[in-house]
């Protein structure tokens, strides 16, 4: 028996969207994963976006496709960052709600309907976002990520100890309204707030890096993201939300 196509399949709540880039060994059994997690309690659908990526991750997607009809994919023909990913696969979403989710493995996908659980939940629209309790990576790229947390919060006093965990659950028309810049993906709790909406954190598991070499290291974690910043700041102080619209 072939399986469904993706019309054919009901519409989807959810669209858990997964940014890679050279990350083969990680696609099959990560997007195993996700559908565990969800499969039979959330209608969802996953959208991976390849941002141009080199190794075989495009084959196993391929792969993947023949197995798991949920999945879509979208393929940037070169390079354009983590953020570019994301926005591209949540312009795509056809689900109302999005959940993001690091294509590492690193991210646990049976966090996610417990993060579903919370935004669905919540009283107001909301940005509910995974907390690593215990990092599994190295010393130095925690270092290097607490003093990244360290600075923006300093300035953007968004109040969340660590915004670098990808697994995060949103309106898709919520993260539309947010002006777009690269590197975004760091910034969502200061940019959700200023939208006047509410950010939720939730304790997730954090796995060690198993396969693939990771993207990230202290330069790009801390002094890159100083001008991004400010230029947030810059955005926080020049917003000026209503307090009610109506029409006369």
């Keep these: 028996m072939t399986n469904p196509t993706p019309s054919a399949l009901p519409a989807p709540e959810l669209a858990v969207v997964v940014p890679v880039k050279d990350e083969a060994e990680n696609i099959l059994?990560?997007?195993?994963?996700?559908?565990?997690?969800?499969?039979?309690?959330?209608?969802?659908?996953?959208?991976y976006v390849d941002d141009g990526s080199g190794d075989a991750t495009p084959g196993r997607l391929a792969e993947a496709r023949q197995r798991f009809p949920q999945l879509r994919?979208?393929?940037?023909?070169?390079?354009?960052?983590?953020?570019?990913?994301?926005?591209?696969g949540v312009r795509a979403a056809r689900a109302p709600w999005i959940a993001t989710l690091d294509g590492d493995g690193q991210n646990d996908p049976a966090d996610i309907p417990a993060l579903m659980e919370r935004a669905r939940a919540a009283e107001a629209p909301v940005l509910v976002a995974g907390q690593r309790v215990k990092r599994r990576d190295s010393g130095l790229k925690r270092l290097s990520s607490r003093l990244a947390n360290g600075v923006r919060n300093a300035l953007l006093k968004d109040g969340v100890p660590d915004t670098g965990c990808g697994l995060k659950v949103f309106r898709r028309d919520d993260f539309l309204a947010l002006p777009y810049?690269?590197?975004?993906?760091?910034?969502?709790?200061?940019?959700?707030?200023?939208?006047?909406?509410?950010?939720?954190?939730?304790?997730?598991?954090?796995?060690?890096r198993t396969r693939g070499v990771s993207k990230y290291g202290v330069l790009n974690r801390v002094f890159v993201g100083i001008t991004d910043i400010l230029g947030v700041r810059w955005l926080q102080r020049r917003y000026r939300r209503p307090g009610s619209i109506t029409e006369a």
């Design 181 to 208: 810049f690269d590197h975004i993906h760091r910034f969502l709790p200061a940019l959700m707030i200023r939208l006047g909406r509410r950010v939720v954190l939730v304790p997730v598991n954090h796995r060690p």
């Design 29 to 47: 059994p990560l997007i195993a994963e996700i559908d565990a997690a969800l499969a039979g309690r959330i209608a969802h659908e996953i959208v």
């Design 73 to 88: 994919v979208i393929r940037h023909s070169e390079s354009c960052g983590q953020s570019a990913a994301v926005a591209t």
